[in-house]
C-alpha cells in the first residue's frame, strides 16, 4: 500500500537549466539580407569590372556571392534552421528575378521602339493609299474589336451552356466524359490547327471564297472554347450544394436553380475568366493570316471582303516594310505596343470584375 505526502516534485537542476535556455538564438536585423546583397554586390563589381565583363556577369556572381554569405552569417548568427530558411527565401527570390528578367526585356523593348510612331496620327488614320511613312493602325484596330467581339459571341454562349451541362445535368455520364476529354484536346491544339480547321469547313461548305472576319472569328472562338468551359466549370463547382439544396427545397424548378441561385453566385468567376479568355485569343496571329487577309482600308463587315487586325497588321509591317523600311517597323512596334496594352487592359479589367462583383463575406 502506498502513500502520498502532498508534495508536488521538484524539477532536478538539468531541468532548471534547459528551461532557462532561449527558446531560440539572436536573429538578425532586418537590414541585414539587404546589407548582405550590398557587400556581395561590391564584391563582385570589384572582381569584374576592372576586366569589362557583362552586367549579366556581375548579377550571376552577385547572386552566388549572396547565397553563400546569407547563408554562412545566418547560421552562425540564428542556426542551421534559420539559416536554411534564409536560404530557400533568397532561391525563391532569385527564381522570381529571373522569371521577370524575359517579361521586362519584352516591355522595354516594346515600348522604347513603339513609342515613336504612338501618336494620334497611327490612331486616326488607315493604311490607304499608304506606301512609305505616315498612315496608321485604325483599321486594325477596329478589325481587332470587330473579329474578338463575334469569337466572343460565339464561345461565350456555348462555353457557359456546356460547363452548366457538365456540372448540373451531366454526371459521370459517357457523354459527360466524352466532353471533357474533348475540352482538354482542345485546351492544347495549335493556333495554327485551328485556322486550318476553319479554311478548310468553308471550303467544304460553302466553297472557295475570299477570307472575311468571320472565318477568324470562329477560329479564335475554337481557341477560346475550352477555356471559357474550363473558367466557368471550376466557378459552378464552387457555388456551396446547400444554395442548391434550399432552392429545392422551397420548390424552385432545376432550370431557374441554376439561373436564379447558381449563376448569379459565379458571376463574378465567370466574367473574369470570359475576360481571360478574350485577351487570351486577342493577340492570336496564326489562325487570323489564314482566314481574315490583310486590308488597308477599315471594313465594318464581317462577311464581305478582308480585314485587318493588330497582330497580322503588326506582321506584314515588319516583313514587308515597304519604302522606307523604317517606317513600316515603326508601325509595326507601335501596333505591337497597342495589342500588349489592350491585353493588359483586359486582364485589368479582369481583376477589377473579381474584385467588385464577387460575394461579399459579412454584413
Known amino acids: 500500500m502506498t502513500t502520498t505526502t502532498g508534495r508536488t516534485p521538484q524539477p532536478s537542476q538539468d531541468a532548471l537549466a534547459a528551461i532557462e535556455q532561449p527558446l531560440s ?102 493604311m490607304q493609299g499608304i506606301v512609305g511613312e505616315g498612315g496608321g493602325g485604325l483599321h486594325a484596330i477596329w478589325g481587332t474589336v470587330i473579329v474578338t467581339l463575334l469569337a466572343t459571341v460565339i464561345s461565350v454562349p456555348i462555353g457557359l451552356m456546356t460547363a452548366v451541362y457538365l456540372v448540373e445535368y451531366g454526371g459521370k455520364s459517357a457523354l459527360s466524359r466524352a466532353i471533357t476529354f474533348l475540352v482538354d484536346v482542345m485546351t492544347g491544339i495549335p493556333s495554327i490547327v485551328a485556322g486550318l480547321f476553319v479554311v478548310a469547313l468553308f471550303a467544304l461548305l460553302v466553297g472557295p471564297r475570299p477570307r472575311i472576319a468571320l472565318m477568324g472569328a470562329i477560329a479564335l472562338s475554337v481557341l477560346m472554347i475550352p477555356v471559357v468551359v474550363r473558367s466557368t466549370e471550376e466557378m459552378l463547382k464552387l457555388v456551396p450544394n446547400d444554395l442548391r439544396e434550399a432552392a429545392y427545397a422551397l420548390g424552385v424548378p432545376k432550370w431557374r436553380t441554376i439561373v436564379k441561385v447558381v449563376l448569379r453566385t459565379s458571376l463574378s468567376g465567370i466574367a473574369t475568366g470570359v475576360t481571360l479568355a478574350v485577351a487570351r485569343v486577342a493577340g492570336e496571329t496564326a489562325p487570323l493570316l489564314l482566314t481574315v487577309g490583310l486590308a488597308t482600308r477599315t471594313n465594318f463587315d464581317p462577311l464581305v471582303g478582308q480585314i485587318a487586325t493588330l497582330p497580322v497588321f503588326a506582321y506584314y509591317q515588319y516583313t514587308q516594310p515597304g519604302v522606307p523600311a523604317q517606317a513600316g517597323v515603326d508601325r509595326a512596334w507601335t501596333a505591337a505596343l497597342v495589342l500588349i496594352i489592350l491585353v493588359m487592359a483586359l486582364n485589368l479589367v479582369a481583376r477589377l470584375i473579381s474584385r467588385y462583383f464577387s460575394p461579399k463575406g459579412g454584413r
Do not use: C, N, Q
Open 25 to 126: 538564438k539572436a536573429a538578425l536585423p532586418r537590414w541585414a539580407p539587404w546589407g548582405v546583397l550590398a557587400a556581395a554586390v561590391v564584391v563582385a563589381l570589384a572582381v569584374l569590372l576592372p576586366g569589362g565583363t557583362s552586367v549579366a556577369a556581375v548579377a550571376v556572381l552577385a547572386g552566388l556571392l549572396h547565397l553563400l554569405l546569407i547563408g554562412v552569417v545566418s547560421r552562425v548568427k540564428e542556426g542551421g534552421r534559420k539559416a536554411a530558411d534564409r536560404l530557400v527565401t533568397a532561391l525563391v527570390t532569385m527564381a522570381f528575378l529571373i522569371a521577370m528578367v524575359p517579361l521586362v526585356s519584352v516591355v522595354w523593348t516594346v515600348v522604347s521602339r513603339g513609342a515613336a510612331r504612338f501618336d494620334a496620327t497611327f490612331f486616326t488614320y488607315s
